[in-house]
């Protein structure tokens, strides 16, 4: 916020000293925009506001027009009037200028434009981290992955697809560096045996049953020995009684 | 019939098993070996650049280390040393690249071993990712026209440094 604040405050006082003011404003107007430039080339600035100058963004922005309203309004009357051109072209210039920074800090912005980090994410996760065992570089907290993750970042930043970062990394590790081994070739057998397994599973698990049920239904009826029943119906009446 | 049927079926699996018990998971063969090397930027502790374009015409020994790595590094700094000392004359081009460390215990590293072949920090870990590292150490052997000619995972030793840097030496001579 600081910035936003001391630009105007301190622009007037500086030109107040100045009669034709035409060429010194111009030299100090690229010189304060060009200490508030650097600022975007951090990245995430607008978020993490670490930095002393305060947010940098609508620094430029608001500072253009307001700046050059407030000279105008207390220069004017101590102003020659034979200096009204020299002023108009001095605007000018400076609007040129102006404009020629903010199209070059945008275009900086745009060019350091934050990745998509859950494209990052998304890739690291198919990525294997090479000092673990069986961890994706995006899960592990090693320092290894978390360079695989910037160069990811870096790369995405390049404009590289998916697929290009992948090969890559394919390239100087080989096929290893992924989690899931790609759906070709005898890879395939990694993919297909599970399922071939569930489906021998289940058909194992269907004929078993089939044979139990059958056989069940073929036991033969009970046969009791006719002698061993009447005595058993004999023993109970007589518990009866 | 049965009764052989289920043991003899545990054979191919038991089979399978100690062919992948045998296997060490952390060996991966490098697919740079065969290659051109990839190209790199090193800046040296001592000050100064060095890359790739040095090594031309020259056998290198690329050896990614850090000083954390006990004992294994620690094993081969004197080997290194002894190897860079003898061979240097013979256009041997030794590198040492220093990964995943801090820059005091590193030149600390290097003062307990007296290096004095060429070595320097990878901060950003771009060197060990286009040279395919994945621990340290391991030790890169460059041929005369930058080929990747081997790679060795774990301490070199001397007789495996005098004997990959005797074949490459005597092929670059053809």
């Known amino acids: 916020m600081k910035s936003i604040l001391l630009a105007p405050a301190r622009v007037p006082r500086s030109l107040q000293g100045r009669r034709g003011w035409g060429s010194p404003s111009l030299r100090t107007a690229p010189a304060t925009t060009l200490r508030a430039g650097p600022q975007y080339l951090v990245p995430y600035a607008p978020f993490g506001s670490s930095s002393p100058l305060g947010p940098p963004l609508p620094a430029p922005s608001r500072w253009g027009p307001r700046r050059s309203r407030e000279c105008c309004a207390q220069g004017t009357p101590s102003l020659p009037p034979s200096s009204s051109k020299a002023l108009a072209r001095a605007t000018l210039t400076r609007a040129v200028w102006v404009t020629i920074i903010l199209v070059l800090l945008f275009a900086i912005r745009a060019m350091a434009a934050p990745v998509n980090e859950d494209e990052v994410r998304e890739i690291a996760f198919l990525l294997r981290c090479v000092v673990c065992q069986n961890l994706s570089v995006a899960d592990s907290p090693s320092e290894t992955a978390s360079q695989m993750r910037q160069i990811v970042r870096e790369r995405l930043a390049l404009g590289e697809s998916r697929e290009q970062i992948l090969d890559y990394f394919v390239s100087k590790y080989g096929e290893w560096i992924l989690l899931s081994p790609p759906r070709r070739g005898f890879n395939l057998v990694v993919w297909g045996l599970p399922f071939a397994g569930l489906l021998a599973g289940l058909v194992t698990i269907a004929v078993v049953v089939r044979r139990w049920s059958r056989s069940r239904r073929e036991e033969p009826a009970e046969v009791v020995d006719p002698a061993y029943r009447e005595r058993v119906r004999r023993e109970v009446q007589e518990l009866d009684r | 019939m049965k009764k052989i049927l289920v043991p003899l079926s545990i054979i191919p699996l038991l089979a399978l098993l100690a062919w992948g018990f045998r296997t060490d998971p952390k060996a991966i063969p490098s697919p740079l070996v065969g290659k051109p090397a990839p190209p790199f930027k090193l800046q040296l502790f001592d000050g100064g650049n060095l890359s790739l374009e040095e ?115 005597k092929d670059g001579e053809k």
């Open chain 2, 55 to 169: 090594l031309r015409g020259k056998v290198g020994v690329l050896n990614f280390w850090a000083s954390w790595c006990y004992p294994a590094c620690y094993e081969e700094a004197p080997i290194l040393e002894a190897g860079w000392l003898e061979y240097r004359d013979r256009g041997v081009l030794f590198i040492g690249v220093n990964i995943q460390d801090t820059e005091p215990k590193a030149r600390e590293f290097l003062r307990l071993f007296n290096h004095t072949f060429p070595n320097g920090p990878d901060p950003r870990g771009l060197i060990s990712v286009d040279y395919g590292v994945y621990g340290v150490p391991e030790t890169f052997f460059i041929d005369r026209k930058g080929m990747m000619r081997a790679k060795h995972v774990g301490a070199v030793t001397e007789p495996l440094l005098r004997q990959k840097l005797e074949e490459l030496l």
